[in-house]
């Protein structure tokens, strides 16, 4: 079932990312049934949400309640043992399958699919998604020219001696799940994360400790924006085929919030919920009228202080 925010894309609401972002499915008249963008304004984009979490499987085990992720009022979210939860074996071989898929995925005149950029959210269930399905990562700094990758083993490019960089792994705030009330969605300290996930680049993270989870959601409107700011610095980065390892809700958030003038089936593949480990890719295509503007960092929005102790 497919989830749509595009009310949320037409508020008069001052100062918000969302309105005449530049970001419309469409141009010219609705009627036509078609978009037409000037090719160089546009990039491939793979979103791919993370594989099966142990959070994924207690919920299930629940019935669907998430009253299971909720953490007990007299300790930290930290202590939960599902806070910012792990791949299950099960998630691990879905990531193992994609990377599979995607070494046999023709693409970009290849046998298979290359990427030059992985964005990564920064929680543990995006990091470890990220390494199984793509490898390990460039080291950041590394020109590609340098890099010693080479295309899949049974690919004709391979038999050709064809050097493939690995892609870089640069972690972003901006594309982690929708924050706080559920421990799954807090993460561990970049000092933490940084000691496990070897070559991943933490340096655009402003903050080594979650400043952001609290015992509240994050409000729709609020994920709503922050998503679209997150495309509008995809739509900045000079790389033309970019992944992205995120989470369902973020998803959701940032779809649904497209779509509205095209054909039912194909909005509702849009829209819908991710599964575990789910490709989805799209042709991002800017307008122009917002490249070049500042995309202000992602800060903690203001409310109520949390009970929650991040250690």
């Given at each position: ?23 419309q499915?469409?141009l ?5 049934g ?10 491939k984009?793979?979103f791919?949400r993370h594989a ?14 998430t009253?299971?992720l ?17 791949l ?15 070494s046999?995925?023709p ?21 470890e998604?990220?390494l199984?399905v793509?490898g390990?990562?460039?080291i ?7 890099d ?5 083993a049974h ?16 972690v ?10 559920y421990?799954?969605d807090?993460?561990?300290s ?8 070897e070559?991943f680049?933490?340096s655009?993270?402003?903050?080594d ?10 409000s729709d ?7 679209m700011?997150f ?6 980065r ?9 989470h369902?809700?973020?998803l ?9 003038n095209?054909a039912a ?5 849009l829209?819908r919920?991710a599964?575990n480990?789910?490709?989805?890719s799209v042709?991002?295509?800017?307008h ?5 503007t ?16 991040i250690?």
């Amino acid at each position: 079932m497919s989830t749509s925010f595009l009310h949320m894309s037409s508020k008069n609401k001052e100062g918000g990312a969302m309105i005449d972002d530049g970001f419309q499915f469409a141009l010219g008249p609705p009627e036509s049934g078609f978009s037409i963008f000037l090719a160089e304004r546009t990039k491939k984009v793979h979103f791919i949400r993370h594989a099966e979490g142990y959070h994924n499987v207690a919920t299930k085990e629940s019935g669907g309640s998430t009253d299971c992720l909720l953490r007990d009022p007299n300790k930290t979210a930290k202590e939960h043992h599902l806070y910012d939860a792990r791949l299950t074996k099960k998630g691990v071989e879905q990531a193992d399958k994609l990377r599979s898929y995607l070494s046999q995925r023709p693409s970009g005149g290849r046998s298979f699919t290359a990427f030059d950029l992985v964005v990564v959210s920064p929680l543990t269930r995006t990091c470890e998604t990220a390494l199984h399905v793509f490898g390990k990562p460039r080291i950041p700094g590394k020109p590609a020219f340098l890099d010693d990758g080479v295309a899949p083993a049974h690919a004709p490019e391979y038999k050709a001696g064809l050097k493939v960089p690995a892609p870089r792994f640069l972690v972003k705030e901006e594309c982690r799940e929708r924050w706080g009330h559920y421990v799954c969605d807090g993460r561990r300290s970049i000092t933490e994360l940084a000691s496990e996930f070897e070559n991943f680049d933490f340096s655009e993270v402003l903050h080594d400790e979650d400043v952001f989870y609290t015992d509240e959601r994050e409000s729709d409107e609020h994920c709503c924006e922050r998503a679209m700011k997150f495309l509008r610095w995809l739509n900045a980065r000079p790389e033309k085929c970019i992944a992205v390892v995120t989470h369902s809700s973020f998803l959701r958030h940032l779809f649904g919030q497209f779509g509205g003038n095209l054909a039912a089936v194909d909005m509702d593949n849009l829209q819908r919920l991710a599964g575990n480990c789910e490709l989805r890719s799209v042709v991002l295509a800017s307008h122009g009228n917002k490249d070049g503007t500042e995309i202000e960092p992602l800060r903690p929005p203001t409310g109520p202080a949390s009970t929650v102790v991040i250690q």
